[in-house]
């Protein structure tokens, strides 16, 4: 196959990216946009030895999974990948691209995995359903300012303020703000040259209370302020309040004449809190470091299920809430919790799972890297009156180890750990710590399902099965996925600690004087130790109370019974001795 050589080609299989993939002659050709089922027309754009790409040129017979896109831009545009592809096949696709990586990657088998995966959840709507956009400004042929997306693997913005996947309320904000740029002669950023000021627009829609905000992205920093204490800068003070007036004390000018963009915005209907970050740094981040409030309160509000959150302009957020409900409904079946239950929340952001299980669950502990976002869900669980709830900043790799080593002595316990790690997954250490905390089930909620794949593999290499895995779409007319799995303990020749049933155990007339429940009360209640079943019949054992015979044997010869440990011991014999029964 040669460059720019013509062939015609029927797409059998698409790519992890979407891509239409043909074969001619035995070599595989991968064809973005085109959809499995069509004949195409592609021109080759790039030769290898056994594989290449090209463009589609032309459509001889559409496939009859191909449909007509809602956005006229949605070939060029870098949003979306599968927009002519129907909706059914997009998860169809999603199913797969899912199954495959547990099945190439994680080693699972299909068999196993089509018993434990029930079908995936589609969306009812699946356009219209981000709560959340960036929009990068730029400046067309002719000097005036544009708004859009990037097309595909570019910088180049397609002007469009009519995102088919977003909001309505989008297209007036961008408007307004485009109109008032063109007014007053405020120039976009140019990446290239590192001039101009507006550089992105975020704007945030609550789904459930309609509220809205706008945070400004400009090429500004502090500095050009000289200091911003003394100008009475807006961060001060303001925090809650709502009202024109607030916005018009502001004492810096982040943009000249601010004050007329802030008046028209806060017109608009749900206008909560407008917002500017400021980032004068050279590079892809697009938000800054922090930010400021010109015109209403720093935050909205939002629900998933009964839980209220508020979202600042720096916090992560689930972008398409009314899949996420349906996800952490799931996390909360999988995490069966009757109440008592302690569960580790790794990667918590702003504590949205954390707070969902923290309804049904003992005690919650969340990690989060970003500290802001752990002061969005401290503050969180405070407007939602929940008190058990606990966060800690940090890496989940650092946080959850050494407070495994810390209390390694008293066998730290969690009944449930969560984790919904970015794509690149897990870390290794912790999951190791993870398997060997032991606790009865992992959720794994996850954005990437071939780093999925791997950590599953070494969970389950280490005293874990998956029982449940659902993906959920949240992400319509693009190729990402969300999966959730659950891990259940496996109760095998693996597991270290055989536990004994009661029925086992020693029913001698020992019991009259103390149950096994009395015991192990009086244990946490004098030591704070937590003990077992197993090692009060060691105890009892070693005290000639009882004459231990096959009940309590190892279940297999592999399998390693724990010994009670001395400090356990000697509380247990206090016990005994306090119920008189030696
Ligand atoms: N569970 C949350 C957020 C998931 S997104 C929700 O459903 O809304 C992943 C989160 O992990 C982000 O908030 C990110 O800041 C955080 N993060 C990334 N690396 C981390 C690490 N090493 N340790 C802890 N948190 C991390």
């Known amino acids: 196959m040669q460059k720019n050589e013509s062939v015609t080609v029927t797409i059998q299989d698409m790519g992890v990216n979407g891509e239409g993939i043909g074969r001619v002659n035995g070599y595989t050709l991968f064809i973005k946009d085109a959809v499995i089922g069509d004949v195409v027309e592609a021109r080759v754009t790039k030769a290898k030895k056994n594989y290449g790409y090209a463009r589609l040129m032309n459509i001889i017979t559409p496939s009859e999974h191909r449909v007509k896109p809602v956005c006229k831009f949605a070939r060029k545009c870098g949003g979306c990948q599968i927009q002519e592809m129907s909706y059914e096949k997009q998860l169809e696709f999603k199913q797969n691209k899912v199954l495959g990586n547990l099945e190439r990657i994680g080693g699972f088998s299909r068999e196993l995995l089509s018993e434990v995966f029930g079908p995936i959840i589609g969306m009812e709507k699946p356009f219209g359903y981000r709560n959340k956009a960036q929009f990068p400004f730029g400046t067309d042929k002719n000097g005036q300012p544009i708004t859009g997306f990037y097309a595909g693997r570019t910088h180049d913005i397609i002007a469009n303020t009519d995102c088919a996947l977003g909001v309505g309320v989008n297209r007036e904000i961008l408007e307004i703000v485009l109109a008032f740029m063109k007014k007053y002669g405020v120039r976009s950023y140019d990446e290239k040259t590192g001039e101009g000021l507006i550089r992105h627009v975020l704007i945030r829609y609550g789904f459930a209370t309609k509220e809205i905000m706008v945070c400004v992205v400009v090429n500004r920093g502090k500095a050009e302020f000289g200091n911003c204490e003394e100008l009475d800068c807006g961060n001060r003070g303001n925090r809650g309040t709502k009202g024109l007036e607030r916005g018009s004390v502001m004492g810096l000018r982040w943009i000249p004449h601010q004050e007329v963009l802030v008046e028209e915005l806060a017109r608009i209907p749900g206008m909560t809190s407008i917002t500017v970050s400021p980032n004068p740094r050279q590079t892809n981040v697009i938000m800054g470091e922090r930010y400021e409030v010109l015109w209403g309160q720093p935050f909205i509000t939002d629900y998933i299920g009964a839980v209220k959150y508020q979202i600042s302009p720096l916090s992560f957020y689930q972008v398409n809430p009314v899949q996420t409900e349906k996800l952490y409904g799931l996390a909360m079946e999988y995490a069966d919790l009757k109440g008592e239950e302690t569960v580790w929340d790794l990667y918590c952001g702003i504590g949205t799972i954390s707070l969902f299980l923290a309804q049904k669950a003992g005690k919650v502990y969340g990690v989060e890297i970003v500290p802001q976002a752990v002061e969005d869900a401290r503050r969180n669980a405070e407007i939602n009156g929940i008190e058990n709830a606990e966060f800690y900043v940090g890496k989940a790799e650092e946080v959850l180890p050494g407070y495994y080593q810390r209390y390694e002595k008293e066998h730290p316990h969690a009944d449930v750990i969560v984790v919904d790690p970015p794509r690149k997954g897990c870390d290794e250490g912790l999951l190791k710590t993870m398997a060997d905390m032991r606790p009865e089930r992992i959720v794994y909620v996850s954005c990437d399902s071939a780093t999925l794949a791997r950590d599953l ?40 600690e055989v536990e004994l049933e009661m029925s086992e155990m020693d029913l001698t007339a020992a019991e009259s004087k103390a149950t096994y429940e009395e015991i192990k009360d009086y244990v946490l209640g004098h030591t704070r130790l937590k003990v077992s079943s197993l090692y009060i019949a060691q105890v009892k054992e070693k005290c000639g109370i009882i004459k231990r015979v096959n009940y309590n044997l190892p279940k297999s010869e592999n399998s390693r019974q724990s010994k009670c440990p001395p400090e356990k011991e000697k509380a247990i014999r206090d016990a005994l001795e306090y119920f008189r029964m030696i």
């Open 457 to 496: 593999r070494y969970l389950c290499e280490r005293g874990y099965e998956v029982k449940k895995g659902r993906v959920v779409d949240q992400f319509g007319m693009s190729v990402h996925t969300e999966s959730i799995v659950l891990l259940s303990k496996l109760h095998t020749k693996q597991n270290i």
